[in-house]
């Protein structure tokens, strides 16, 4: 009979066999079985095993497990009425809209006792004034208030980018896990004759390592460009012309390394499009539309593909399309998924922005922008569902992946 | 555990061999639900005998009950199948002292249990979930050795982790 030793690997480190007599302590696993443990938890009781001991502190730490996190973190929401609440549901698994709905029939306005994430226990997260910002930043921003900051654009890899509701260009990439933020430089160059600054997205650059925001800068003479800013730079640099001369870039996507919006409204139907702007290269590209119906579209992402929400109006109802693009970076393959009967109280032909903010499952949740609630839909449903909770009203929302990624690395380029 | 083969299966058994001497008799089929046996079973062939210096006994005989109920489920392809593992998988850990879980846990490392290692890491993050520092500390018997100052200092950067 042969015989084999099944030794191959650091036996030191698996010797059960010998410690047998010895009791075992969870610190007694190999590391990387720990980390198989702690990629199971939410960021919440992450940042709890963080203040344990050291040995957890170094390892929740270091680079490599944050980047180990970011690969598999799961979306979540990011809230804002005034402070920021991430909804991240306890066990880090998907949140589950199944249970957090209310019959649209229901006679009162809002109740969700059967809500599944539990508004209520929301998670506050203060903004923090952090000692990240560029040293000689210090001084010029050290009594700036962060109450100003209030839109939400986006989030890329769990940073959120903020910006002023007045369209002066001041803005911040905040991380609501680590409480870092950053304020996005002052605009010192060539900045006579503007009259808007709009702050348009944050995206990355997955060849450089690269966190960018996008600005749109529009002149007296009715000329548009686009302005790119490297987080951690202090300067913004100038990408070029827009297509259609877009100043109005609304829904900012960040998907397979490039940012995409919308670019509708105010536009003739012939230049309806998404404009998109490629993060390694700086450049822009716009492309048509797939024939919807309506004139009010948004976009998102559904199920991993960039998908785009129509509205329009048919037998005195409203409807949502759902088109999906089947192929990332295919502009041929768009499809339409499912349409929406949506049951307004009030219902007005065709008004309304329904942005799609997160998909499982092929299920979906709508923020009605124009009315700040949530709406959720399942396969095989005919309608949605409205989602209501206690705590927010007037709230806006997007879809966050909580991520441990530091600022203060981006800034100083450590551990990228 | 250590069985008296009936030979009329025509499946093929494995002597696994234990650090303390135990020797377990398995069907292929159980015990290939271990990735490092499976390699080796691929790779070496033949009737073998498998020695496993790092797991001892009493752990290895709990690994391979585990392989077993999970082999035998996977067989039949009813779709309450599922159900019946998860049922029996939470009743597997459920009354496991910290010790024994540790102790299987890096067995099934070590023996490439990719499924088992999943089931054990998870009751581990179950230990976990929703404690406050204090009781994470009591549960696992840690003890801090943060320098003063040094755990406030975590704690006020990431504070709305822990109101």
């Known amino acids: ?416 | 555990m250590s069985s008296s083969s009936t030979t009329t299966t025509t499946t093929r058994l494995l002597m696994l061999k234990a650090s303390d001497g135990v020797t377990f008799e398995v069907e292929e089929a159980v015990a290939t639900k271990l990735g490092a046996i499976n390699n080796m079973v691929e790779e070496e062939g033949s009737e073998d005998l498998i020695c496993l210096p790092n797991v001892n006994g009493k752990f290895l005989g709990m690994v391979l009950e585990w392989c077993k109920k999970h082999a035998n489920n996977n067989t039949n392809s009813d779709k309450g199948n599922d159900e019946v593992n998860k049922w029996w998988d939470k009743e597997f850990v459920m009354d496991l002292d910290q010790n024994t879980l540790y102790h299987l846990l890096m067995a099934a490392d070590y023996l490439s249990g990719t499924e088992l290692v999943d089931l054990l890491t998870e009751k581990v993050a179950s230990m976990i979930r929703g404690k406050k520092v204090e009781e994470i500390r009591e549960t696992f018997k840690i003890k801090s050795d943060f320098l003063p100052g040094q755990e406030e200092e975590i704690r006020k950067k990431n504070s709305w982790a822990f109101e």
Request: net charge positive; hydrophobic share 35%; aromatic share 12%.
């Open chain 1, 1 to 416: 009979m042969k015989r084999i030793r099944l030794a191959s690997y650091d036996s030191q480190k698996h010797d059960t066999g010998n410690k047998f007599q010895l009791v075992l302590s969870v610190m007694d696993l190999p590391e990387e079985v720990f980390v198989i443990i702690l990629l199971k938890l939410s960021v919440r009781s992450i940042i709890s095993c963080k203040c344990v001991c050291k040995t957890w502190l170094n390892l929740i730490s270091s680079p490599q497990f944050f980047k180990l996190h970011m690969a598999q973190a799961r979306t979540s929401l990011l809230f804002r009425d005034g402070d920021y609440y991430v909804a991240e549901p306890e066990d880090g698994r998907d949140l589950d809209f199944k249970y957090c709905w209310c019959e649209t029939k229901c006679n009162r306005n809002y109740c969700c006792a059967s809500c599944n994430i539990r508004m209520s226990s929301k998670l506050k997260c203060p903004m923090h004034k952090t000692r990240v910002m560029l040293s000689n930043q210090d001084d010029q921003y050290s009594n700036v208030s962060f109450d100003k900051y209030t839109r939400l654009i986006n989030s890329c890899n769990g940073l959120v980018c903020l910006a002023e509701s007045s369209d002066d260009g001041h803005g911040a990439i905040y991380n609501p896990t680590t409480g870092e933020f950053i304020i996005l430089p002052q605009t010192l160059n060539n900045h006579e004759n503007v009259t808007l600054f709009r702050v348009s997205g944050l995206g990355y650059n997955t060849k450089n390592n690269d966190y960018k925001v996008i600005r749109i800068v529009q002149r007296n003479d009715g000329s548009v460009e686009a302005e790119v800013h490297k987080v951690g730079t202090n300067s913004w640099k100038s990408v070029g012309s827009v297509p259609h001369s877009a100043v109005r870039l609304v829904f900012p996507t960040y998907l397979g390394g490039a940012l995409h919006w919308a670019h509708d409204k105010y536009m003739k139907m012939a230049t309806r499009s998404i404009i998109s702007l490629d993060l390694d290269n700086d450049k822009f590209e716009s492309h048509p539309m797939p024939p919807i119906n309506g004139k009010e579209t948004s976009v998102g992402v559904f199920g991993g593909c960039l998908c785009i929400c129509g509205l329009h109006w048919k037998e005195n109802l409203n409807y949502i399309d759902v088109w999906v693009m089947k192929k990332n970076g295919d502009w041929e393959s768009w499809t339409k998924m499912f349409s929406i009967k949506v049951h307004d109280r009030f219902p007005v032909r065709g008004f309304g922005y329904y942005l799609p903010i997160y998909s499982s499952n092929g299920a979906l949740l709508l923020y009605r922008i124009t009315h700040r609630v949530l709406l959720y839909y399942d396969q095989g449903w005919t309608d949605v569902k409205h989602v209501h909770s206690r705590d927010f009203y007037g709230f806006q929302v997007i879809c966050h992946t909580p991520t441990l990624i530091s600022l203060r690395d981006i800034v100083t380029r450590e551990n990228m």
